[in-house]
Structure formats: structure tokens, C-alpha cells
């Protein structure tokens, strides 16, 4: 009963993930002219947060570095497929590199800050 408790946990963060991450690889294509900075922030922090916050019972450490683990990971596969599809050629928020750079910086810092939201639901 408890490992289908977190297999239902993972899917829905998981899915949560994906369902962002595939809302800012569809965005650029239906509006080029729009750069969506903190996209990369959200698809990598849902999954470790949304892991946590999905049921009542205490995420492992294991469990909550794999959430934020695979948040990074979604959130770097939608930079590749937006890099390879042309739509990361907008101005970056970041004072050097261009958009690619800042979406990979930028999903970093979302995985970490996911991973820090996590930490302080398990804690609570």
C-alpha cells in the first residue's frame, strides 16, 4: 500500500512537471515574441515540491533528491528541445550569456529552490 501511495505521489508531480514543460516548449511556437523567463524555475522545482506536497506522509531524503533530480532533467530537456527548435534566441535577464545559458542557470536554481521547499515541507 505505501510504495502505491508514492507511486501515485510521483506520478502526479511528475506529471505536473512534464505538463509545464511541455506548456513552455508549445508557448514560443504560438507566441515568438514572448520570452518566458521563469519557465525553466517552474518545470524544475514542480517536481520536487509537488512530490512533497502531494500526500501527508514524510519524503525520504532518497526520494526527494531523485524529485529534484528529475525536475532538472525535464526542465534541461525542454532547454534542448527549445535550443534545437531555434525558439532560445531572445535577450537573457542575466548580464552575460544569452538565453540558453540563463535557461540552464535558471533551471538549476529552480531544481535547488524546489529541493529547499521540499526539505522545509518535510521537516515541518
Not at 508514492?6 to 507566441?31: E, H, K
Amino acid at each position: 500500500m505505501l510504495t502505491k501511495i508514492r507511486s501515485l505521489q510521483f506520478d502526479r508531480a511528475i506529471s505536473m512537471s512534464l505538463g509545464l514543460a511541455v506548456l513552455w516548449v508549445v508557448l514560443p511556437f504560438l507566441r515568438s515574441e514572448t520570452t518566458f523567463h521563469l519557465a525553466p524555475v517552474l518545470v524544475a522545482a514542480a517536481l520536487p515540491v509537488g512530490a512533497a506536497y502531494s500526500t501527508p506522509e514524510r519524503i525520504s531524503t532518497r526520494h526527494l533528491v531523485l524529485a529534484t533530480v528529475g525536475g532538472l532533467a525535464i526542465a534541461l530537456a525542454a532547454t534542448l528541445i527549445l535550443t534545437v527548435a531555434g525558439k532560445l534566441t531572445e535577450l537573457s535577464l542575466l548580464p552575460f550569456g544569452g538565453a540558453v545559458t540563463e535557461a540552464v542557470l535558471f533551471s538549476i536554481v529552480g531544481a535547488m529552490g524546489g529541493f529547499v521547499i521540499a526539505l522545509l515541507r518535510r521537516n515541518s
